[in-house]
């Protein structure tokens, strides 16, 4: 090699050395909860064997769904299926082949009368720790009090996290009938525990890969110690209400599209908020509170 040669090849590799060590010192993008951490697991008992370490949703297998040829059929249409309660009364696993078929075309029900296992419920800062988690979403299939498709969740398992990933499947399924998805969410249970440790939630759209995750979301609250065994909790921190959260905070799904509702009063209502999931027709999606409060929008008292 010349000398010449060998100069260029220097270049070329400091060059490439600052390009990587430059992407290491550009500033983080704006906030949005997307999966930073993979992990292999061969089954549900690993996952239940999983501790939280800081990141709520992590990747399986590379964030690959794992369904069998079979199990992608279209053969049957559209369809959904909830696994019985096991000998704990605990909720078991939710199947479906979702489609614009299945989605509600009624307003939403009641679920007050389900109580399911690990329900202790109580307010930290003017808001319930846990929500009626629903494995397969209302918005996907309209089931309202069904026992086999909820679990106690936390406010923050249920919204940001669980239901980025049902809008998208949501806005796949709005856009044509003839959009079809595998889904698949199964709530993991550590031994003979009543509360959830997390939920696994698997999808993959039909002869597309406009939707395709797969995705383990841990059942925690930022500030509270959990009891996984009965569900009981107490306050390790002080928890920030809403009224202290950064304006410029995002708040979107993997599309990038906002999650923050402003209702037909005015008033806008962050994921996990008290008022967030009864708010069914918002008005307008904002994806940060600085916008909502530029469009006239005032937060929920």
Not at 33 to 42: C, F, G, L, S, Y
Not at 78 to 96: C, F, I, K, Q, V
Not at 117 to 138: A, D, P, V
């Amino acid at each position: 090699m010349t000398k010449k040669t060998k100069l260029v090849a220097v270049i070329l590799l400091a060059a490439a050395s600052f390009a990587v060590y430059s992407m290491k010192q550009a500033p983080d993008t704006p906030e949005k909860p997307t999966p930073t951490v993979q992990v292999t697991v061969k089954d549900q008992r690993e996952l239940a064997a999983l501790n939280y370490s800081g990141t709520q949703t992590i990747e399986l297998n590379q964030n690959k769904p794992t369904f069998t040829k079979d199990e992608l059929t279209l053969t049957n249409g559209p369809w959904e299926r909830y696994g019985d309660l096991d000998h704990l009364n605990r909720a078991t696993s939710a199947e479906a082949l979702l489609n614009k078929k299945l989605m509600p075309t009624e307003k939403r029900g009641e679920i007050a009368s389900v109580t399911p296992t690990g329900w202790h419920n109580k307010k930290i800062n003017g808001q319930y720790l846990y929500n009626r988690s629903h494995l397969i979403g209302y918005q996907l299939t309209g089931q309202n009090a069904n026992w086999k498709n909820l679990i106690t969740g936390t406010r923050q398992l249920n919204s940001p996290e669980m239901l980025r990933f049902e809008m998208d499947i949501r806005y796949y399924l709005e856009k044509s009938p003839k959009n079809y998805v595998r889904y698949s969410v199964t709530p993991i249970f550590r031994n003979e525990e009543l509360l959830a440790r997390g939920v696994h939630m698997m999808a993959q759209s039909i002869d597309s890969e406009a939707v395709q995750f797969n995705v383990y979301i841990f059942n925690v609250q930022k500030g509270v110690n959990l009891n996984y065994a009965d569900g009981t909790s107490t306050v390790s921190t002080t928890v920030n209400s809403s009224s202290s959260e950064n304006p410029a905070k995002q708040y979107v799904d993997e599309n990038g599209k906002g999650l923050i509702k402003g209702s037909n009063s005015g008033v806008y209502h962050l994921p996990g908020s008290k008022y967030y999931d009864n708010t069914t027709n918002p008005k307008a999606w904002f994806k940060t509170i600085e916008e909502a409060k530029k469009a006239g929008y005032r937060p929920a008292k």
